[in-house]
């Protein structure tokens, strides 16, 4: 395989995730539940995929670094949306989006002053479990709605998430704001 298509391949799977997910949110949300649950996983395999494949060819690029982690926090929060404001009798609980604001906020707190610096943005190992965490729970949520049985691990997988995107949120707030400083300390040399 040329070099080419593989530094396209990971970067059409993020393009995938970011496009299709939320319908695939719109599919849950209106009852459609196999077609979300087909788009739900997709997503998750090709979020795996779209990384591994990247550093197994040794061609991380510059709009992957970007259009990854905008096509997770799209597919996530129109899954958590969907989710929390369809007609369903189990919801993610207000811990759980709460969470999920606190971590993602923290990443965008950061985003402007890294680009100043020069910092380029990688998840963290919280980070990326966190997001797994969350596709596993919309997995099995949606799961559920077709076979009550796999409502059980529900409140489980709820904790493990709001566990992960917590400690995910404490770590990105820590390097946010320790950009924020470096951001402040740098422009205060320029004045």
């Known amino acids: 395989m040329g070099r080419r298509l593989k530094e396209v391949i990971p970067n059409l799977l993020s393009g995938f995730r970011l496009a ?3 319908i695939g949110a719109f599919c849950l949300y209106s009852g459609s539940w196999s077609c979300a649950l087909v788009v739900l996983a997709l997503a998750a395999v090709s979020d795996f995929l779209d990384g591994f494949l ?3 060819w040794g061609v991380e690029s510059q709009l992957g670094v ?4 905008a096509a997770d926090k799209v597919a996530l929060f129109s899954y958590l949306l969907a989710l929390w404001a369809g007609p369903f009798d189990f ?8 969470s999920f604001l606190f971590k993602e906020a ?3 707190f950061g985003i402007p002053f890294g680009a100043r610096l020069g910092f380029v943005p990688r ?3 919280w980070g990326k479990a966190a ?3 969350l596709f596993t729970y919309f997995l099995v949520f949606v799961l559920s709605l077709r076979w009550s049985v796999f409502g059980v691990f529900l409140p489980w997988l ?8 917590l400690l995910a949120g404490l770590g990105y707030w820590r390097r946010s704001l320790g950009l924020f400083l470096k951001y402040l300390k740098n422009h205060g040399r320029e004045n």
């Open 20 to 22: 299709f997910s939320p």
């Open 54 to 56: 990247a550093r197994r």
């Open 66 to 69: 970007i259009l990854d982690p």
């Open 91 to 98: 919801k993610p609980s207000e811990v759980l989006v709460l």
């Open 106 to 108: 923290a990443v965008l």
């Open 123 to 125: 998840p963290s190992f």
């Open 131 to 133: 997001t797994y965490a």
């Open 158 to 165: 709820e904790g493990i998430s709001v566990f992960l995107l």
